[in-house]
């Protein structure tokens, strides 16, 4: 992984750190911004669901264009967008500025994020070199994830929200601007003819009509006409989608390539396990506020030892990843993540934290990060050159879509119903416990 390789594939996992960062730096820093801004909470909702909805709905796009177009151009335009939209952003003088900002943002981490893993693919054989560089995609991923948890909080107590904003922009140029010179172009060798515009209309509104709905279950409830609507639109224009998809020439989605076993085990299980970290980002950390009194800063530190445990296991154990049965690896990962989140739906309201909270979080630092890189071994395993793309794109919607705004939407739910966090990490471990199912009909070797 030296020379030339190890370059490139820093760039690209400073790609996808930099999108790891932005999420929750953002949601941390929200109150902030709605009192500078002089808004309401239901209106400013809308600076993390307009980012969401770019986000999820672009990435079966944007991994098809890569395909026709080339995955390291849709990287760099995804790169250059991001920092554009960054300093917008930043800029903001008014919500609305900040919001189409936003949703700026999200189409270039969708441009990106699939082009990053189809050119880890192109990068590297089979093997023991492209499992220790998606691990190392997967660790760098979650450590931007809890990154941004700590320097949201940092930067908007000492520098003001605008900062996260403003800081992000050089950084997204520089990745910009490297990769052309870094990393190599890889497209489909044999282009199928122009792109499916009438797909990627049904996917992109499908999938953001259901994300929207996902999106207000919190608010206004899971029958409400606002969530209802929506969310059945999407699911009619999704299922319009397929069988436009079964007569198109250069479909967006073949929709044969789920037949793939590799993929098909990839994307049920990323939802999952997208789930399941769900649970520790967003439910153990109101817990941690909510339960017991930790400010911000001080929740967001609590939860850095899984980031540590994560990036530990991800890259010390990549070799040792190669050489095991997929089918194995996600038993054992998905088993030890449900035993783990039931671990922590027991921690009493009066927790302490190094008895109740602290021991789940090791564990799951363990187990989560080992599915997600098996997983995204196998989403890459039995297709194509030319289908790389197209099989990025459709793991990572399922990565987002239900990490996102349906985990976000979940637990919110379960919280407000129960009134606890206990019932929502029984709810996380009853899903994971569900990738065991997954872990079946996974491939019984690499």
Known sequence: MGGRAGIALAVACGAQFLIGIDGLAVAIALPAIQEDLGVRPVDGQWVLTAYGLTFGGGLLLCGRLGDLYGRRRMLVTGMALFGVASVAAGLAPSLGVLIAARALQGAGSAAAVPATLALIGSLYEPGPDRTR??????????????????????????????????????????????????????????????????????????????????????????????????????????????????????????????????????????????????????????????????????????????????????????????????????????????????????????????????????????????????????????????ERGMASGIFETANHLFGGAVGVALYAMVIAAFGGYGPAFLVAALLAACGLGVARIAPASS
């Not at 450590?143 to 949201?152: E, I, K, P, R, S």
């Not at 800081?167 to 497209?187: I, S, T």
């Not at 029958?223 to 999407?234: D, I, K, N, Q, Y």
């Not at 939860?303 to 194995?328: K, N, Q, W, Y």
């Open 133 to 386: 560089a998606l691990a190392l995609l997967a660790a760098t991923a979650s450590a931007g994830v809890t990154t941004g948890l700590l320097l949201g909080g940092a930067v908007t107590e000492w520098a003001g929200w605008r900062w996260i904003f403003l800081a992000m922009a050089p950084l997204a140029g520089l990745a910009a601007l490297a990769a052309p010179r870094l990393l190599p172009e890889a497209r489909a060798e044999q282009a199928s003819g122009p792109p499916d515009v009438a797909g990627a209309a049904l996917a992109t509104t499908g999938l953001v009509a259901l994300l929207f709905g996902a999106t207000r279950a919190e608010r206004s409830g899971v029958a409400a006409p606002v969530t209802l609507v929506p969310a059945l639109a999407g699911l009619a224009l999704l299922a319009t989608f397929a069988a436009w998809e079964r007569r198109a020439r250069a479909p967006i989605v073949r929709l044969g390539v789920l037949r793939a076993p590799g993929l098909r085990a990839a994307v049920l299980g990323a939802g999952l396990n997208a789930v399941a970290f769900t649970a520790i980002v967003y439910a153990c950390s109101l817990y941690l506020q909510n339960e017991l009194d930790y400010g911000p800063l001080q929740a967001s530190a609590a939860i850095v030892p899984l980031d540590l445990v994560a990036f530990a296991v991800t890259v010390a154990g990549a070799s040792a990843i190669s050489r095991r049965s997929p089918r194995a690896l996600l038993g054992a990962a998905f088993a030890t993540s449900a035993l783990a989140l039931l671990w922590l739906a027991r921690a009493p309201a009066e927790a302490v934290y190094a008895r109740d909270v602290l021991g789940p979080l090791v564990v799951l630092g363990a187990s989560l990060p080992l599915a997600f890189v098996v997983l995204t071994q196998q989403a890459l395993s039995d297709v194509t050159e030319d």
